[in-house]
């Protein structure tokens, strides 16, 4: 079952379309990366989904009832982590997470068991000292916490890694990856290896709409090439190497780096035997041949050329 479907949704600012007829599911129980560069569209789509923002044109879903803008109603199934989570500063961890326990009308009881259990699944029981004094990434891991206080079916968070540095970041993934155990998570990123890292499922948002979406492996498998590193010993060995022209039909296109090359292709079996007799007839012998598996780096930075 899909917990968010939207479709045929469109969205303009003015006269810039930014969503442009963008179909999407999101399946229950997946740990979905939302992809796209900056100003793809991706805070603009979560808004939409949230009912916080009107589209022009298109259905969204939440757990097979429909988001109205204006009204909450679906957001009893989200919990949602904007990019930059805003706090009173003057709080304790505790003290904030009781605060937004009242307001939606939890128990004292309640309150004080989710925040226990919340705060130690952010790592942050204990954690004593006032909002104000948090780093970016014990900020962002309060706002999961916030978030999940009304145990929602969906964690939505834009961008929840990118102002982090490498060791926040790791602690952020490693708890959406634990929360998605129990909870769908959806994320938007443009960093390809953080959904590598964690996630199941993905879609590349472009030019407003969704170029490429599934599972990780069908993703690779449908849209992927492999590619092929060779590194020469010596510059002259290299020059030799372009200049055999036959492999080139073969190629999508190649790399250059010092004395490496990257060769990519579809057909990576018929070039490596190409290759091998190309090596034999020139005495070109590199010092390192390696098969790449394709990245969803890769696969992206072809969608959006
Ligand atoms: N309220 C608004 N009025 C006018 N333009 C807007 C508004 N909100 C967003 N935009 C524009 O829409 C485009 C998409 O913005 P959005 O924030 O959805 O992108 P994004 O994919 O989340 O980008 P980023 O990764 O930089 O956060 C941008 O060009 C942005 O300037």
């Known amino acids: 079952m899909n917990i968010l479907t939207i479709q045929n ?7 810039q379309k930014i969503i442009d007829n963008l179909n999407l599911s999101v399946p229950e129980r997946s740990i979905f990366g939302f992809i796209g560069k900056n100003g793809a569209g991706k805070t603009t789509t979560m ?7 009107q589209p022009d044109k298109g259905e969204i879903h939440v757990c097979n009832e429909p988001v109205c803008f204006g009204q909450t109603r679906t957001n009893q199934y989200i919990g949602y982590l904007p990019d930059v989570p805003e706090f009173y500063n003057y709080m304790t961890p505790i003290q904030y997470l009781k605060l937004c326990g009242e307001v939606i009308g939890l128990s004292k009881t309640e309150i004080s068991k989710r925040s226990d259990e919340l705060l130690s699944l952010v790592g942050l029981n204990g954690a004593a000292k006032q909002i104000g004094g948090f780093s970016r990434g014990m900020k962002q891991r309060l ?3 916030q978030a999940l206080l009304t145990q929602p079916k969906l964690l939505i968070c834009d ?11 790791k602690e952020i993934l490693d708890i959406l990856y634990k929360i998605s ?5 959806l994320f938007s990123t443009h960093i390809l290896s953080d959904v590598e890292r964690i996630c199941d499922h993905a879609a590349f948002l472009n030019e407003g709409k969704i170029a490429v979406t599934g599972t990780l492996a069908e993703i690779k498998a449908l849209h992927g090439h492999d590619s092929l590193l060779l590194e020469f010993s010596a510059d002259q060995d290299l020059l030799l190497f372009k200049k055999q022209k036959s492999i080139e039909p073969m190629l999508l296109h190649s790399e250059e780096n010092n004395r490496e090359l990257i060769l990519h292709s579809r057909d990576m079996v018929s070039v490596q035997k190409l290759l091998f007799r190309v090596l034999a007839e020139t005495g070109i012998c590199p010092v390192k041949i390696e098969l790449m598996e394709p990245s969803l780096e890769s696969l992206f930075l072809e969608v959006v050329r």
């Not at 949704?9 to 006269?15: H, T």
């Not at 961008?159 to 970041?169: I, K, M, N, Q, Y």
């Open 9 to 15: 949704l469109s969205k303009s600012f003015g006269k």
């Open 159 to 169: 961008e929840p890694t990118s102002a982090l540095d490498p060791v926040g970041r």
């Open 47 to 53: 808004k939409m989904v949230l009912g916080l923002l």
């Open 143 to 145: 706002g999961i916490a």
């Open 181 to 185: 155990k129990t909870t769908t998570v």
